[in-house]
């Protein structure tokens, strides 16, 4: 079926340590994989994205995983900065019969201790 | 840089009045999306939109619901008769090929409020 769900609904992280954001999914078709970030108040954002025929892949201070095998990914973020605090959601796509759509899971709150 | 404008911020209705949200994808998108996100909860689709048609609708987008493009630049989302539980944000989105393909750009939301 179609779901995203993530582990932890809120991260605390101290400032300029790293923070581990995770993610399970369950539609073994899925082949395309975002993390957004989204601040108080505004749109997703988009951070980084990876298909389905990686494993890995580095952005600014942001580094994705992805294990099919247990359906499972995660957004790493280097050196956390204040800037960093958001709600953060995992998405995956989903191909319907004539076109597509992302699912968003349910967000986990990242917030930045001083 | 490039973004997605949604208008207005937020509008306030009364239950059983049509609204019309608008947005303004960016201009060398070809696909379109409407989302919302009922308060504390996670985006939810609503519909996609290309070639002038609906590609995708989800459960939530009933008859009510409707999506037009109606010249070169605006993408509104009407909901005819308004109910409680449609309070909630609504964003909508553009990319330049299918959202399973690359990034997608999301405006910054109208925030609806029937009473």
């Known amino acids: 079926g179609e779901s995203v769900g993530l582990h932890l609904p809120t991260l605390s992280v101290q400032e300029g340590d790293n923070s581990i954001i995770n993610c399970a999914y369950s539609n073994s078709a899925s082949d395309y994989f975002i993390w957004y970030k989204q601040e108080s108040g505004k749109g997703p954002q988009f951070i980084i994205d990876?298909?389905?025929?990686?494993d890995k892949r580095q952005g600014q201070r942001v580094t994705v995983l992805l294990n099919k095998t247990v359906k499972h990914l995660s957004l790493q973020i280097a050196a956390t900065q204040p800037g960093d605090s958001a709600v953060y959601f995992c998405a995956f796509s989903y191909r319907g019969s004539s076109a597509s759509k992302i699912i968003f899971g349910s967000g986990t709150r990242l917030s930045i201790r001083p | 840089e490039p973004e997605v404008t949604q208008t207005p911020s937020h509008q306030v209705t009364q239950m059983g009045q049509e609204v019309i949200l608008r947005c303004v994808p960016i201009?060398?998108?070809?696909?379109f999306y409407w989302y919302r996100q009922i308060l504390g909860q996670k985006v939810e689709f609503l519909v996609s939109f290309y070639n002038n048609e609906i590609s995708e609708k989800s459960e939530i987008f009933d008859d009510q619901f409707s999506v037009e493009r109606p010249d070169g630049s605006n993408f509104t989302l009407k909901i005819r008769s308004t109910k409680l539980e449609d309070s909630a944000m609504y964003f909508c989105?553009?990319?330049?090929?299918?959202?399973?393909?690359?990034?997608?750009?999301f405006g910054q939301g109208t925030r609806l409020t029937v009473v």
């Open positions: 990876i298909r389905s025929n990686m």
């Open positions: 201009s060398n998108h070809l696909y």
């Open positions: 989105a553009s990319s330049v090929r299918q959202i399973t393909n690359t990034e997608a750009f």
